[in-house]
Structure formats: C-alpha cells, structure tokens
Nanobody, 123 residues
Framework: QVQLVESGGGLVQAGDSLKLSCAAS????????MSWFRQAPGKEREFVAG????????EYGDSVRGRVIISRDKIANVVILDMNSLKPEETAVYYC????????????????WGQGTQVTVSS
C-alpha cells in the first residue's frame, strides 16, 4: 500500500499557473501508475492526468489537455501536476491517486487516495 499527501493548492486568479505535489511513501510506490483527479461540489470526481509507473506514458483529461503536465520523480517519490491558464470552473479539491498499472482514468479503479488539496480559481 502507498500513502499519499497532496500539497500546493491555494487561491489563484483566472489565467494563473499552479503546481501541485503529491508525496508518496511506501516501498512499492514505483510499481504504481499515479493520477490526479478533481472534484467540485456537487460533481463527480474527474480524471485530470495520469502517468505510468515508468514515467514514460502520460494521459490527460480532455478539459486540461495542452494546459497541464504531469511528471514523477521516482527517487524523491513525488508526482507533480503543473497547471497553466487556470479557469474558475476548475475550482475543486484535487486528489492524488495510485493504481496498479496501467493508468486508471476511472476513480474507482485507483487503490489509494490522498486527502486532497483545495484549488480555488477566482475570476
């Protein structure tokens, strides 16, 4: 099992950039595909981006493709989500998740979750 802790959320303005981090602990971190999801009030949890255990493959949700980059540092056990040109409708709690390979874009297929970090984008 892997334990996940997100950080980096906050209040930003529309058009700003933000970097979220997910620190993982556990010996098997490098065996997992890692993903970011987000959930706004009253909405379902939405896939944002995922990266394979090797770091060689990444997938992105349609709404963020071209504005977001996911990366992982397998030595530091960290997964990073770089977000650019943020929009007010992207205000949500952002969660880090781990799944057995491959990348799982459906939330229920991910084994471990962090507590989430709030991102608020003002207009």
């Amino acid at each position: 099992q892997v334990q996940l802790v997100e950080s980096g959320g906050g209040l930003v303005q529309a058009g700003d950039s933000l970097k979220l981090s997910c620190a993982a602990s556990g010996r098997t971190f490098n065996n997992y595909a890692m993903s970011w999801f987000r959930q706004a009030p009253g909405k379902e949890r939405e896939f944002v981006a995922g990266i394979s255990w090797t770091g060689g493959t990444a997938e992105y949700g349609d709404s963020v493709r071209g504005r977001v980059i996911i990366s992982r540092d397998k030595i530091a056990n960290v997964v990073i989500l770089d977000m650019n040109s943020l929009k007010p409708e992207e205000t949500a709690v952002y969660y880090c998740a781990a799944a057995s390979s491959p990348i799982q874009t459906m939330a229920y297929r991910n084994r471990s979750w962090g507590q989430g970090t709030q991102v608020t984008v003002s207009s």
